[in-house]
């Protein structure tokens, strides 16, 4: 029951890391979403859903074929935990716990058929290093650093949906991808209005009007630009089959999706975004 904390040694060392090293007994990092003193080995159980014929020649698989099969286990394996996951932060309120984009699985045992596998190989995820950023980027670093750039609200979002879609928060991600295409699409609005010398208070009355995204994107858009996005069609009806659909089901009915709907609604967010700032 008792904890014991062992503090680091001084001067520290520059290859141990760049934090401070501790070690102890019953102790952990608070918010620690990394695992620092500890980590989780979890065992499931569950039917794979694997066709009869997959099942049937699971010890002579080709290499796609072996593939394949362990894509089914990591998608369910991926599903169970996060279900776990969800369930324990809403019972225990620790808000800092988030879902896992993917789980490192290292066996996998066919209870029935009485065959295994051990998965060698390099855990998910691991690349080689980006040893330095180019030359362009840094100097664009320092010049919005030194210059004291505001940062586009929008841009900032846009990263954070698809921070949240590659750890699986499938609603966060596509509500915070619309969120970034609304206020994108205000700021471009008032803008317009602005270099063509609509008072304030004028445009904010048409805004308040056209509150809808879809209406802002036809019918304001085409007071200002002369091109509304459903003179677009090929962009116009992805975009208004996910707004109408997808949007409103996660939104008012709180619908769980698939992850491939998430990716593709913000992938057609972020195609309008770009055929916004496109517009001559």
Known sequence: QRSTILTPKFPLHPDEGWDQYFTGKNIERMKDQNGTFRYTQLFMEF??????????????LTKEEGEVVLGVISDHALAI??????????????E????????????????????GFHIMGLVPGIESAVMNRSKKEIDEIEHVLT?????????LLTLDSRSALQRRALI?????????LEIMLENYLIAAYQAKGVSEHDYNQKLDQFWKTKERLNILLKEVKGIALNQNNQLW???HTKYDKIRNEVIHQGKQITFKEAEDTLNVNEAVISWL???T
């Open 47 to 60: 039917d794979p859903q694997l066709t009869p014929d997959q099942m049937s020649k699971l010890d002579r």
């Open 81 to 94: 935990a996060n279900r776990i996951i969800d369930c324990y932060r809403f019972i225990t309120k620790q």
């Open 96 to 115: 800092y716990v988030e879902r896992l984009g993917m789980l490192s699985i290292n066996t996998v045992y066919f209870k029935k058929e009485n065959h």
């Open 147 to 155: 210059e004291g750039t505001n940062i586009p609200l929008y841009d």
């Open 172 to 180: 966060l991600a596509v509500v915070t991808s619309f969120q970034a």
């Open 237 to 239: 009806q992805p975009w």
């Open 277 to 279: 700032q496109n517009l």
